[in-house]
């Protein structure tokens, strides 16, 4: 057996804590690393580093590691040590600076709120069961009660009756509790679900995931509606690019409430066409768009030029131009039905802004003049142009939801803009 490598320089108490308990349960398997790897289909070379401090494993590898070892000494791992072993792999992901640590820890914080989540929801169904059962029973009693019995018969089934009714009391509460407990475990699945794809999203490159053992390699991966390319190659366009022609815009009125909330697609640095969704009957009398969806970032914009039903498109004129350069694009024609598109804009939901969210979406089809999609859509995307993953055209914009699950739409095909004078080329004789 081969000896192990020693600790890196520079890493933190909690890795090093995290890599000795490794080492010292590794030991117990007295095998050496290439041979552990081939075991478990590792790369020898990973499973030195997660040894050796230079990278964090993910937890997969430690309870792998910890039911190996065990197995060879005839036990099961005890509960103790199975979390004295995750908190020692929670604190060095806390104490680790990547992106990747943070997803990570989200994910193991997301299983054990499902974990949480599953137990109460069939402690409920349990409880819920149990109810029935007693219930039954005392309605049982009662029709024994009101039936011919013997007095002395009478007295034993009124202590019975009274025992379940206290027993049915006890439940309805315990079920309450479980009720609310299995709401708060949802809650947080929900709220964990936000965090990890957001962190998700600001990891970066597919590669970096694929290096911390996240994802598989050589495949097209999605993460809660965050795409991620591990072959490039096969991409015409990424989130980056598609990001620099998306805008979030807002309607206020002259109290400076917002009216409307969409996204929209940048022409040029002054340039931007968005649905419109307001009349002037509301009084509407101030534009503004912003690249990142922060309220002081906002940009004043006048309308420049108003399109016809039943796309109803604007043409907004910014006063300042925005700050980053604005990348070429060119207009598709009307997709085939399974065509994959990315979209990538601000969603917001009950009013409220999120980060931004990129989805795939697949063409299914032609309503009239609209496109219809379908895919991972989420609310407040109305407005976010798509493009075709495979030659990089713009083929739409979001338009309207098709249902209340927000995953089906129409779209509004790329050929609208053509119908907006202030969009087409003026030549000069």
Same mark, same amino acid.
């Given at each position: 057996?081969?000896?192990?490598?020693?600790?890196?320089?520079?890493?933190?108490?909690?890795?090093?804590?995290?890599?000795?308990?490794?080492?010292?349960?590794?030991?117990?398997?007295?095998?050496? /690393?290439?041979?552990?790897?081939?075991?478990?289909?590792?790369?020898?070379?990973?499973?030195?580093?997660?040894?050796?401090?230079?990278?964090?494993?993910?937890? #997969?590898?430690?309870?792998?590691?910890?039911?190996?070892?065990?197995?060879?000494?005839?036990? @099961?791992?005890?509960?103790?040590?199975?979390?004295?072993?995750?908190?020692?792999?929670?604190?060095?992901?806390?104490?680790?600076?990547?992106?990747?640590?943070?997803?990570?820890?989200?994910?193991?914080?997301?299983?054990?709120?499902?974990?949480?989540?599953?137990?109460?929801?069939?402690?409920?169904?349990?409880? /819920?069961?149990?109810?029935?059962?007693?219930?039954?029973?005392?309605?049982?009693?009662?029709?024994?009660?009101?039936?011919?019995?013997?007095?002395?018969?009478?007295? @034993?089934?009124?202590?019975?009756?009274?025992?379940?009714?206290?027993?049915?009391?006890?439940?309805?509460?315990?079920?309450?509790?479980?009720?609310?407990?299995?709401?708060?475990?949802? #809650?947080?699945?929900?709220?964990?679900?936000?965090?990890?794809?957001?962190?998700?999203?600001?990891?970066?490159?597919?590669?970096?995931?694929?290096?911390?053992?996240?994802?598989?390699?050589?495949?097209?991966?999605?993460?809660?509606?965050?795409?991620?390319?591990?072959?490039?190659?096969?991409?015409?366009?990424?989130?980056?690019?598609?990001?620099?022609?998306?805008?979030?815009?807002?309607?206020?009125?002259? #109290?400076?409430?917002?009216?409307?909330?969409?996204?929209?697609?940048?022409?040029?640095?002054?340039?931007?066409?968005?649905?419109?969704?307001?009349?002037?009957?509301?009084?509407?009398?101030?534009?503004?768009?912003?690249?990142?969806?922060?309220?002081?970032?906002?940009?004043?914009?006048?309308?420049?030029?108003?399109?016809?039903?039943?796309?109803?498109?604007?043409?907004?004129?910014?006063?300042?131009?925005?700050?980053?350069?604005?990348?070429?694009?060119?207009?598709?024609?009307?997709?085939?039905?399974?065509?994959?598109?990315?979209?990538?804009?601000?969603?917001?939901?009950?009013?409220?802004?999120?980060?931004?969210?990129?989805?795939?979406?697949?063409?299914?089809?032609?309503?009239?003049?609209?496109?219809? @999609?379908?895919?991972?859509?989420?609310?407040?995307?109305?407005?976010?142009?798509?493009?075709?993953?495979?030659?990089?055209?713009?083929?739409?914009?979001?338009?309207?939801?098709?249902?209340?699950?927000?995953?089906?739409?129409?779209?509004?095909?790329?050929?609208?803009?053509?119908?907006?004078?202030?969009?087409?080329?003026?030549?000069?004789?």
């Amino acid at each position: 057996m081969g000896e192990l490598q020693t600790f890196g320089e520079g890493i933190s108490p909690e890795t090093r804590a995290l890599a000795q308990a490794l080492r010292d349960l590794f030991a117990g398997l007295e095998i050496s /690393e290439r041979r552990y790897a081939a075991r478990r289909s590792y790369d020898s070379s990973t499973v030195s580093r997660y040894l050796s401090g230079q990278r964090l494993p993910p937890w #997969e590898f430690a309870l792998n590691l910890l039911n190996d070892v065990a197995e060879k000494r005839g036990t @099961v791992p005890t509960p103790e040590m199975t979390e004295m072993l995750r908190a020692l792999h929670h604190a060095a992901l806390r104490a680790g600076k990547s992106p990747t640590h943070k997803v990570q820890l989200l994910q193991q914080q997301l299983a054990v709120a499902d974990e949480d989540a599953r137990r109460a929801a069939q402690r409920e169904r349990w409880l /819920e069961d149990t109810l029935r059962d007693r219930e039954h029973r005392v309605r049982e009693l009662q029709l024994q009660i009101g039936g011919l019995r013997s007095d002395s018969d009478m007295g @034993v089934t009124d202590a019975d009756r009274a025992r379940l009714i206290a027993e049915i009391r006890q439940l309805k509460e315990e079920l309450e509790e479980t009720r609310e407990a299995h709401r708060q475990a949802e #809650e947080r699945c929900e709220r964990l679900e936000r965090q990890l794809a957001d962190a998700e999203m600001r990891a970066g490159p597919a590669s970096e995931l694929v290096a911390a053992g996240l994802i598989p390699p050589g495949t097209q991966t999605v993460f809660n509606g965050h795409v991620y390319v591990n072959r490039p190659d096969r991409w015409a366009i990424d989130e980056a690019y598609v990001g620099l022609l998306t805008v979030w815009f807002a309607a206020l009125d002259k #109290e400076r409430r917002a009216q409307v909330v969409h996204n929209g697609l940048v022409i040029d640095e002054r340039t931007v066409v968005v649905p419109h969704t307001w009349s002037a009957d509301d009084g509407v009398d101030r534009l503004y768009v912003s690249r990142d969806g922060v309220r002081e970032g906002f940009v004043r914009a006048s309308v420049l030029e108003y399109g016809s039903d039943p796309f109803n498109l604007a043409v907004l004129r910014l006063d300042a131009p925005l700050p980053d350069d604005v990348p070429p694009f060119r207009l598709g024609s009307q997709p085939p039905p399974a065509t994959r598109l990315l979209v990538n804009g601000f969603a917001y939901e009950h009013g409220r802004t999120l980060d931004l969210y990129s989805c795939l979406i697949e063409v299914k089809g032609q309503s009239g003049p609209w496109v219809r @999609v379908e895919g991972e859509l989420a609310r407040g995307l109305n407005g976010a142009p798509a493009f075709h993953v495979g030659t990089g055209e713009l083929v739409g914009l979001v338009g309207q939801h098709l249902n209340d699950e927000k995953t089906k739409a129409h779209l509004i095909p790329a050929g609208a803009l053509l119908d907006f004078e202030s969009l087409t080329p003026r030549t000069t004789a």
